[in-house]
């Protein structure tokens, strides 16, 4: 058996090598001619998993160590007998952090936390996190997610709301309520919900003038040309997730109050989480012994983390076209 590995997946080196033959690559080597042999396929989002990748492959799995799987045409792999998997999750604590830091820093002459409404859009794994820690921290939280909402009973919505600190609304009253708005939702252009530019021209006029909306989901979430629209000028963004990436506009890398290079659940937590669960996947659909990284492959210190996101805000700004380096050479906080 073949796999082929993204070569920035960390602490991954030598656990498969027993059991399969092994090939590190680069995401753009991801090629049809390479990947044409493979029976296994470890990748993150930089790698587009669709008919004009698989086609005629002898790929049978695909793992994805991040929590989105846009990037895997999904629906060719069930019609082709691939089974694909991600890492739900696995990085949410991260991206709470990512956006408790990003709100300390833009909101800090603002009212105290008790006196601002948190509106959470997207009620998975992150913002379930979020949601609790905008409760903790004293804020009003409203919680927005349609497709979760119409799956629950009113009990389980009112258990949920008081596990969470929070209120489920529709997205429209949280709009306009909020000071803060943060999503944490999949990208979808289809289906009765579908996010891609879910924050346009239409919802940006209903929101308070001064929000501050936080983007640590995906790009084409927010609408970026929207943005920039004049009419908007007096709105406060957190741009973590870019549409167009690796190629950032560097008209929204302007407008952003704090601008950074996809890392927002770049912990090291969330990426042994990532490989583990990819690790785990391998193992059962391969029937392999159950993989996992070796404690001593782990790092024991890391450097201090103090203002961190400022200063990889100051890092993207001085060297936006290297947008995927900052990315790949990351120092996990």
Not at 13 to 40: K, N, Q
Not at 139 to 152: F, I, K, Y
Not at 181 to 208: N, V
Request: one cysteine or more.
């Amino acid at each position: 058996m073949k796999i082929l590995i993204d070569s920035h997946i960390p602490f991954i080196d030598g656990i498969l090598e027993p059991y399969m033959l092994v090939e590190y690559l680069e995401p753009y080597e991801f090629t049809r001619e390479r990947v044409r042999s493979a029976d296994a396929l470890l990748i993150r989002t930089r790698t587009k998993c669709d008919k004009s990748l698989l086609e005629g492959s002898s790929v049978r799995f695909i793992a994805s160590a991040t929590i989105g799987m846009d990037h895997i045409d999904t629906s060719y792999c069930r019609s082709h007998g691939i089974f694909a998997t991600n890492a739900p999750g696995c990085n949410a604590q991260g991206v709470c952090d990512y956006v408790e830091s990003a709100i300390k820093v833009v909101a800090a002459n603002r009212l105290r936390c008790e006196n601002l409404v948190l509106g959470v859009v997207g009620v998975g794994h992150v913002g379930r996190l979020v949601a609790q820690m905008g409760h903790t921290i004293g804020m009003n939280v409203l919680l927005s997610d349609p497709p979760l909402a119409e799956a629950m009973r009113v009990d389980e919505i009112c258990k949920l709301e008081s596990i969470l600190g929070g209120k489920f609304t529709d997205i429209s009253e949280l709009i306009r309520q909020a000071d803060i708005i943060t999503f944490h939702t999949p990208l979808s252009r289809a289906g009765a919900y579908p996010t891609w530019h879910l924050c346009d021209s239409r919802m940006l006029s209903e929101c308070k003038d001064n929000v501050i909306i936080i983007n640590a989901a995906r790009g084409g979430v927010v609408d970026e040309e929207s943005a920039l629209d004049e009419s908007n000028s007096e709105k406060t963004f957190v741009v973590d997730t870019w549409e167009g990436e690796p190629l950032i506009s560097p008209f929204m890398l302007n407008r952003a109050a704090i601008a950074t290079p996809h890392i927002a659940g770049y912990t090291l937590q969330g990426k042994i989480n990532a490989t583990n669960m990819c690790l785990s996947a391998i193992s059962r659909f391969f029937k392999l012994p159950n993989l996992s990284i070796p404690s001593e492959s782990l790092p024991l210190h890391f450097p201090p983390t103090d203002n961190w996101i400022l200063a990889d805000d100051r890092r993207l700004r001085l060297n936006p076209e290297n947008f995927e380096k900052l990315r790949e050479n990351y120092q996990l906080r």
